[in-house]
């Protein structure tokens, strides 16, 4: 069955013969993509082993792809899962954002950058009482070794990217905080910071640091919470915290679900505004077990200006 389509590959999930499990395989274009690209992230991710990272089970090629047989996260995606799943707080999102940060803690101490931290590439697993959040798709991830002045070319939409990336200034691992940061707005608020009507505009905003929190969708949202999106949205790379320190945050570090907690994502759509604040990311109402709750579709294609 189709999983995702993106630039250079396209997903399915399907059937192993060997162990009888439902596993994804990732299935690149062999006339959009070099090999040694492909053997790259395959190298990558034969090397990586931690719970919050997708494992790679088997590869093989095909007369027009490479074929990268990969663990298969039974909630899907990110976003889609806590949509799904209704009463969202902040509580819930910390947890969340922890996995994250064990992920890229963990790739950071082998220098590695993922590159391509955005909701698409982050997806959930049941495997207990509690769900396990996991990074995936490492066709982007390099190793920057010191002295690095790697620059990363930028490719598809910049909606995540962090401004070294746009500007053409050679990335670093706190480059995947910045992404980081974006995505925490958007889990949060169910809207995009810098996202506008072109890729200019939306580049402009980032380099810029053209966001605030509009209250019609941070309400209920703690300062605490907003400061971390400001701790990772900082201009200057070195000015971020690494991973590390992330972990050490007071908003992240549990605390003991509280009904007090505010459910975040408001089901009605918030009031239009004349002036660009943010994007809306097509919320549309759907009822699951008898709630109302905000379904989000991740394309640029379906955002609504608010």
């Not at 999983?3 to 060997?18: I, V």
């Not at 605490?224 to 000015?239: K, Q, S, V």
């Not at 918030?270 to 008898?290: Q, T, Y």
Request: net charge negative.
């Amino acid at each position: 069955e189709p999983l995702m389509m993106a630039a250079n590959s396209s997903g399915k999930t399907a059937l192993s013969p060997r162990s009888k499990r439902t596993v994804a395989a990732k299935h690149v274009n062999k006339k959009l993509l070099r090999r040694e690209q492909v053997l790259q992230e395959i190298r990558l991710l034969q090397n990586l082993d931690h719970p919050n990272l997708v494992k790679l089970l088997d590869t093989f090629e095909t007369a027009s792809s490479y074929v990268l047989v990969l663990e298969m996260a039974d909630q899907g995606r990110f976003l889609d899962y806590i949509v799904s799943w209704g009463n969202l707080t902040e509580e819930k999102v910390a947890l969340y954002l922890r996995d994250i940060l064990e992920a890229l803690h963990y790739l950071h101490s082998w220098r590695i950058a993922h590159l391509d931290l955005k909701p698409e590439n982050i997806v959930v697993e049941h495997a207990s009482s509690q769900p396990v959040i996991k990074l995936t798709d490492f066709g982007d991830a390099v190793q920057l070794n010191p002295p690095s002045s790697y620059i990363h070319p930028l490719l598809g939409s910049p909606e995540f990217s962090a401004p070294e990336l746009i500007l053409g200034q050679p990335v670093s691992l706190t480059s995947d905080l910045w992404s980081l940061g974006v995505v925490t707005y958007v889990v949060l608020s169910g809207a995009s910071p810098f996202l506008d009507e072109s890729l200019e505009e939306t580049c402009l905003n980032i380099c810029r640091l053209d966001f605030s929190f509009p209250e019609d969708y941070f309400q209920g949202v703690s300062p605490a919470a907003r400061d971390f999106i400001c701790l990772l949205l900082r201009g200057e790379p070195e000015r971020r915290p690494p991973a590390a320190s992330c972990l050490e945050e007071p908003w992240l570090q549990p605390r003991g679900l509280s009904s007090s907690d505010s459910t975040l994502n408001p089901t009605q759509p918030p009031a239009l505004s004349p002036s660009r604040n943010h994007c809306d990311l097509g919320f549309k109402k759907v009822p699951i077990a008898e709630h109302i709750v905000c379904k989000t579709t991740c394309r640029a294609s379906t955002y609504r200006r608010y």
